[in-house]
C-alpha cells in the first residue's frame, strides 16, 4: 500500500484529503499512478487536466518519472503560494 | 550554523526573535530580515482575510532544506523562519526570515534567497476570502523567476 495525499484546491476539487492505495505491478512511477488515479472518472480528471500539477514522493517534490514502491507517501497539489 | 524553523498558527515576535538570533554570539555583525504581510488587496480584490495550509512534515523539511543550501552557499551565523498557517487577516504577519552572518553582504542575500526559494517550493497555499467569495490564491510566475535567478547568477 501506498499513502496518498492531495492539498489546497485540488482537495476540495476531489473531496478528500487522504487515501490509502495498492501500488499493482502496472504503475510503475508516478505518471501512472496520476493516470490510474484520473481513470476514475468525474473529478478525479482533475489530475491530469489541472495546468502545473505538483508532486512529492516521501515529502521532496520530484519529477513525474519518479519510481514508487510500496510504503511510500506520494502528495498531489497545485503551485505552492505561501510567503 | 544554527538553524531554527517554526510552523506555527500563533502570532510572532520580530524583534525579541531577531534578539534570540544573536544573542550571546559575540561573532554576528549583521542581521537581514524580512516580514511577510497580509495585504488587504491582491489582483483587484478587496481581501478580507485568509487562510493558510501546509503540509505537515514536508513544510518543515522543505524549510530546514532551503536554510541548509543557504549555509552552503553564503557565510551564514543564524538563520530562523517562522511561517503561520492558519486564518490570517489584513496587516498580520505571515513569516519571518531572519539571517545573522560577520558581515551584510552574506545575510542580504541569504535572506532573499531563502525568501525565493520558500515562495516556490515550501508547501503552503493561500485562499482568500474577498467580498464575492473565496478563492485559492494562483501561483505568480514572476515567483518562478525570482527563485531561477539564484541558479544562473554567480555566487554573491
Known amino acids: 500500500m501506498i499513502k496518498l495525499l492531495y492539498f489546497a484546491s485540488l482537495r476540495e476539487r476531489l473531496g478528500t484529503g487522504t487515501e490509502s492505495f495498492e501500488l499493482s505491478a502496472g504503475i510503475a512511477t508516478v505518471a501512472m499512478l496520476r493516470d490510474a488515479l484520473a481513470q476514475r472518472g468525474d473529478v478525479w480528471e482533475a489530475l491530469t487536466t489541472m495546468r502545473n500539477l505538483r508532486v512529492a514522493v516521501n515529502q521532496t517534490m520530484v519529477g513525474f518519472d519518479t519510481r514508487l514502491k510500496d510504503g511510500d507517501e506520494v502528495a498531489f497539489f497545485p503551485p505552492v503560494t505561501g510567503g | ?156
Open chain 2, 1 to 156: 550554523m544554527r538553524i531554527s524553523i517554526s510552523v506555527q498558527e500563533q502570532p510572532f515576535d520580530t524583534g525579541a526573535e531577531i534578539a534570540a538570533l544573536t544573542s550571546g554570539d559575540r561573532g554576528v555583525g549583521a542581521v537581514a530580515s524580512f516580514v511577510g504581510l497580509v495585504r488587504d488587496a491582491n489582483d483587484g480584490s478587496n481581501i478580507a482575510a485568509m487562510t493558510l495550509e501546509h503540509y505537515p512534515g514536508m513544510t518543515e523539511k522543505a524549510l530546514q532544506d532551503i536554510c541548509a543550501t543557504a549555509c552552503q552557499r553564503w557565510k551564514l551565523l543564524a538563520v530562523r523562519v517562522i511561517h503561520r498557517v492558519g486564518r490570517l487577516v489584513p496587516t498580520d504577519a505571515i513569516v519571518l526570515v531572519a539571517v545573522a552572518s560577520a558581515h551584510r553582504g552574506d545575510a542580504f542575500a541569504a535572506c532573499e534567497f531563502i525568501m525565493d526559494y520558500l515562495k516556490t517550493s515550501a508547501p503552503f497555499w493561500k485562499k482568500e476570502e474577498t467580498t464575492s467569495g473565496s478563492r485559492w490564491v494562483d501561483a505568480r510566475e514572476s515567483d518562478d523567476q525570482a527563485a531561477e535567478r539564484w541558479k544562473i547568477s554567480d555566487k554573491r
